[in-house]
């Protein structure tokens, strides 16, 4: 079975400081994870994604998020927020070995930047 | 960047009525996926296509739901029977590789509303 937790509901960051999503994970083998963003009444847009190699991954519009292992973790980071960044956002996961290709979603974090 | 696209993006429908949601699938993608997430809630997945054969549904797709590729480029989603609960946006996705080349593209969905 492979899940994904994201304890956040919401996320309020000002303008122009850090931000961290968190998101955790479980799957019985090794986990490829992926976050994707979702404008109003958009589909989803992908960001980044893990699936071997460094454990740093960049995607878009300056987003980045570290896998770590250890403590079944993919937060996702960026180093100065944007008004422009408020949306929802969902980490997702699949088992390597999950024959179907299915991903799981994490349930979403609003992301609020405030100006 | 290379689209899928859903139609229509709203449908209304009484209960007990067939519904079909559309979608065309990046041209050159093997997997074809549905998605769809309830108001408010996380996106769930529904089923997988590939190789003009159901790889993998969940729990949520039962005998009422069916899939299609009809001509080599639309990728349907058919309700036989829609319930109120089936109300929901239903976001069809598709893909073209695994592991390295592995990213998921959405559509904008299709909001569907039984009344």
């Known amino acids: 079975a492979q899940s994904v937790a994201q304890p956040e509901d919401q996320v309020n960051v000002a303008e122009g400081n850090p931000l961290t999503v968190k998101c955790t994970y479980s799957?019985?083998?090794?986990?490829?994870l992926f976050w994707y963003v979702q404008y109003p009444n958009r589909g989803l847009q992908f960001l980044l994604k893990?699936?071997?190699?460094?454990?740093l991954v960049k995607g878009s519009y300056g987003f980045e998020a570290e896998f770590n292992k250890s403590q079944t973790s993919f937060h996702l980071k960026k180093p100065s927020a944007l008004v422009s960044d408020s949306a929802l956002y969902f980490c997702a996961v699949r088992d390597e070995g999950n024959a179907g290709n299915m991903l799981t979603f994490g349930g979403g974090t609003r992301l609020m930047v405030k100006p | 960047e290379p689209e899928v696209t859903q139609t229509p993006s709203h449908q209304v429908t009484q209960m007990g009525q067939e519904v079909i949601l559309r979608c065309v699938p990046i041209s050159n993608h093997l997997y074809f996926y549905w998605y769809r997430q309830i108001l408010g809630q996380k996106v769930e997945f529904l089923v997988s296509?590939?190789?003009?054969?159901?790889?993998?549904k969940s729990e949520i797709f039962d005998d009422q739901f069916s899939v299609e590729r009809p001509d080599g480029s639309n990728f349907t989603l058919k309700i036989r029977s829609t319930k109120l609960e089936d109300s929901a946006m239903y976001f069809c996705a598709s893909r073209a590789g695994q592991g390295r080349r592995e990213k998921l593209f959405f559509g904008s969905g299709t909001q569907l509303s039984v009344l």
């Open positions: 893990y699936i071997t190699g460094d454990n």
């Open positions: 799957v019985s083998g090794n986990p490829y």
């Open positions: 296509f590939y190789n003009n054969e159901i790889s993998e």
